[in-house]
């Protein structure tokens, strides 16, 4: 089913500027039209390195749900470009987007979306599929995802049968399991408690450290503190722009000399 | 992804609904069930019918004297008319006419009365007495239980001889023999020489309630010497009865100075009849296949409906699957596939149940399976997945996976 190649990146990455994982240039989304047409972003530009960790902070309806549709290639932009690894989007149709949302991005959604009547192996297995990865290696690699997010004992439980903590690792598992160059999270720890949040946070952190590059959307300042990067969005428009440590360093909780990776 | 997968897929999908696509299935399978049923049921009416036709002897033509006489012992020429072609008496002479046409095996000329028959302790009314020549035995397909039939001379000679039907025997002298035995027909005494073998009913008159003589006694005695009631043509095989028709039919208007206008006389022939009652029978099997159709067509239409509930419930596991990369072929397959399964399921369900259903008699008729209707019926319930699955399918491959997994 996968068989055609995506467009390639224009021009050849370069050693000095390592070229941004995503890339917004003035970006536009209108809702409606006419008298009720709604901008929900207002011309946002936007670049995130690889193995950066930037959490996208600001109220509700201030655009953020609409950046990370953008981001995830759920919607496209009504004006201005997107691009992924160098991918212009616009230029995709659903086939291919469908291939980019599978092959790029891993998803992590605050009411976790675990596919119910199915076991977590499952789940994670279920981008595998849809890649075309075969019985054994998919079963090989949803494994491996699910023992590094702490859910190696609980491979045949049903997302019903676990608790919102253990969804939710299950949801980042099947987050990574494709290797994708983004990790997307839609304010992951919104349906969590205190203690389930921190746990989560943590295998965040872990996946910045091992190379992944992470966006998390989110109004909890406790949990944009585990980031690198916080950018601040209102009234459609990116208002602050802070930069914590560099994209290359390890992030700021593990930074702290107490927590090792 | 592989064919494999989307089929694991849509059979998780069904197995999360279990009652829903058992109901589902349901409305398939009386459907493509009926189909079978029904059609075997109008195709079984239709070969007893064409048996009980043929059984009557596919060679044998009948000529019917239909009008210009009040009964056999009128008067010829009564009426006032002034009409060219004044209906004329069947008579033994047009009878002899006919046995000299091409392809004809026999003629017997036939004249029928009903009479009461008793044997001084029994008596038997409303037996239909005919009055014929020997020839009428194998034209009728008549076969003999006891004694013998009467003989051509016995005819000339007008003798007192009768061979009576099965049940005519039965009610005058149980379960004696009656060779040899007297009857008194109408008050004349006769000799039975013959009993027939058993026929069985034909429509509401019993084949068996008879009694046969030879046509001069029965004229000389009873009738007297008017039309003939009819006249039996045994045609030499049963592929000539159609040429034997048509020389028939000219005789006749020859002799009796007609057109077929104003035709004295009817020629009916078995296979006359066959078709007749294969055309009444093939309306009755297109019209039972057509209600069966209905029904077919209304559990497809249930199929859309339920794939319809099924999208819109699952539209945020769809949005959950477009996220993380289904392509909308996929999920079209997905959902196609599920609602092809559910067909396929009723559909082959009813083709057992229609089988099984086969087995009993139903209103008298033992079904008879058409073996076409049953891959068509089976063919028809998968096209009907697709095609009623393809509405709702659609719907969920094109959903914007934005919406989607917005939807609560």
Redesign the interface.
Known sequence: MMTRPLPHAAGPPSQAHPEPVIQLVSVVKTYGTGEAAVQALRGVSLEVAERDYVAIMGASGSGKSTMMNIIGCLDVPSEGQFLIDGIDTSALDEQQLAMVRNRKIGFVFQAFNLIPRMTALANVELPLSYAGLRGAERRYRAEAALHLVGLGHRLQAQPQQLSGGQQQRVAVARALVTAPSLILADEPTGNLDTRASADLMEVFDRLNVAGRTIVLITHEADVAAHAKRVIGVQDGHIVADRRVTAPGALPPYLGRPTVQP | ??PV?VFRFAL?GLA?NKLRSALTTLGILIGVGSVILLVAVGNGSSQSVQNAISSLGASAITVLHTEGSAGPAAAPTSAASTAFAEPQNLTVQDAQALAQAQGVASVSPVVSTSQTLDNGATSDSGVSLTGTYPSYFPAENDTLSEGSYFTTQEVNTARNVVVLGSEAASDLFGTVNPVGQSVLVAGIPFTVVGELATKGSSGLTSADNTAIAPLTTVQDELTGFGSLNDVVVLAKSSSQVDTVEGEITSVLDLRHHETAADADFDVLSASTLLSTASSTAHTFTVLLGAVAAISLLVGGIGITNIMLVTVTERT??I????????????VLAQFLTEATLLSMIGGALGVLGGIIGTRFTIVGVKPVIVPLSIPLAFGVSALIGLFFGGFPANRAANM???DA?RYE
């Open positions: 992804m592989s997968q998780a999360a945020r596991e949005g959950i699957r477009k996220a993380i990369g289904a392509t909308p072929g996929v914007r996976p934005a997994l």
